[in-house]
């Protein structure tokens, strides 16, 4: 008989129904028109509907179905009752036919994190840059993030009312990434992929030291991780603290997946054991191809001005 898929496997097919049940609550918030939105800590760091909503159906899911695993979402919410219309049992076939990558065949539950971040790029959903949102569920193992599951919500929203709506990208390392087209960013351009609203002194001042081509100014980690594995940017250029674990987990194992890399600006790897403080407080450098490159033109004066 088949041996049952392992837990991680199980696990990721889970995500991605879970995923797209978010996108469908995304866009009803949406489409009902009152987002609901409070401010956190400012006006850019804003929380909706959608924001909670969706955590709370992604972590109530995942909790029923995995309930020794640790989950980790970016929103503070109380411990209200979660509606059951909110609950998402479904999984993903075609991800339980894998063959899950030999050094996690072991894994237990209590030996995994899942980051979440329920809607990334709250601040463009409120001003209606739907395409720069994402659903990011991130999973980790040995303070490493090992499957990341994208989901894009508004994925195709201009391209006409035939068009079908949202895409999920997921990747687990060892296996490769998929739901989407691998693409290198054009050879010996060097186009930047950065913050739209969290821009400062110190962002811009490592943009310009890096000499690019272009620099494309974009919200969400989830939408600039896109940006580089469909080769529309070479790097993703972060020079400030601000960017959280539940922003990096999911797109860093997909970016890896593919041979990519991602780190602090001083070329420190994440870490995402459950016990990690939340902030990335050395920002991000990323890239599908060449990250030495850049990591090598990281002015010095940056790396002071950011401590891991």
């Not at 009902?32 to 409070?38: E, F, Q, R």
Request: glycine content about 10%.
């Amino acid at each position: 008989s088949m041996a049952s898929p392992a837990l991680l496997m199980r696990v990721v097919a889970s995500a991605y129904s879970v995923a797209e049940k978010a996108a469908k609550i995304v866009r009803n918030v949406m489409s009902a028109g009152d987002l609901g939105i409070v401010e956190k800590t400012g006006a850019n760091d804003l929380q909706t509907k959608a924001d909670r909503l969706v955590q709370m159906s992604i972590c109530a899911s995942l909790a029923r179905k995995f309930p020794k695993v640790t989950i980790i979402g970016e929103e503070e919410l109380s411990s209200e009752e979660v509606t059951e219309d909110l609950i998402e049992n479904g999984h993903c076939e075609e991800i339980l036919k894998k063959t899950c990558p030999a050094q996690y065949t072991g894994i237990k539950e209590e030996e995994l994190v899942i980051w979440v971040d329920p809607l990334d790029g709250t601040k463009e959903y409120t001003e209606g840059l739907l395409d720069h949102v994402t659903v990011l569920i991130g999973i980790a193992y040995g303070g490493k993030a090992i499957a990341g599951v994208i989901n894009q919500p508004y994925y195709n929203y201009e391209a006409g009312a035939d068009a079908v709506l949202g895409r999920t990208i997921w990747g687990v390392l060892g296996l490769g990434a998929f739901g989407f087209q691998l693409t290198e960013a054009p050879a010996g351009k060097h186009i930047i992929v950065t913050t739209r609203s969290h821009s400062s002194t110190l962002v811009n001042d490592c943009i310009s030291a890096l000499n690019p081509d272009s620099v494309i100014r974009v919200g969400g980690a989830g939408n600039k991780i896109i940006q580089l594995i469909e080769g529309k940017a070479s790097a993703y250029v972060f020079a400030s603290p601000g960017c959280k674990k539940w922003d990096t987990c999911a797109p860093e194992a997909i970016l890896h997946a593919v041979g990519g890399k991602i780190t602090d600006i001083h070329g420190n790897p994440f870490q995402y054991n459950k016990e990690v403080k939340h902030m990335n407080s050395a920002g991000v450098l990323a890239t599908l191809r060449n990250y030495d490159y850049y990591a090598s033109r990281i002015p010095n004066t940056v790396k002071q001005s950011l401590v891991p």
